[in-house]
């Protein structure tokens, strides 16, 4: 049974950076694309970052140019590597595949102060 796990979220200041993981336990993770979603309060998760199998990536636009995606498949692990973070990326932060077809996993919280 796949199951993902986040990590590498807290509290940060805004501009600090925060780079969060999610191992994807199972055997076919290097044939799937990924992404990494955000989830506020009282709104659906959000797609924001993807990585295709082949490692081709796409933004919204709220990240573009912040945040980057990355993949090791040899540690079935996805990255999200956020730089000049600020206040409106506070969220919960998920990952599963860019379609969210598989049970979601815990979320890990950033939460980013003025």
């Known amino acids: 049974q796949l199951q993902l796990v986040e990590s590498g979220g807290g509290l940060v200041q805004a501009g600090g950076s925060l780079r969060l993981s999610c191992v994807v336990s199972?055997?076919?993770?290097?044939?799937?694309?990924m992404g990494w979603y955000i989830q506020v309060p009282g709104k659906p998760r959000e797609l924001v970052a993807s990585?295709?199998?082949?490692?081709?990536?796409e933004y919204a636009d709220n990240v573009k140019g912040r945040f980057t995606i990355s993949r090791d498949n040899s540690k079935t692990t996805v990255y999200l590597q956020m730089n000049s973070l600020k206040p409106k990326d506070t969220a919960v932060y998920y990952c599963?595949?860019?379609?969210?077809?598989?049970?979601w996993g815990q979320g890990t919280q950033v939460t980013v102060s003025s």
């Open positions: 599963n595949t860019d379609t969210g077809r598989w049970a």
């Open positions: 990585i295709s199998k082949t490692g081709r990536t």
């Open positions: 199972g055997s076919i993770f290097d044939s799937v694309d």
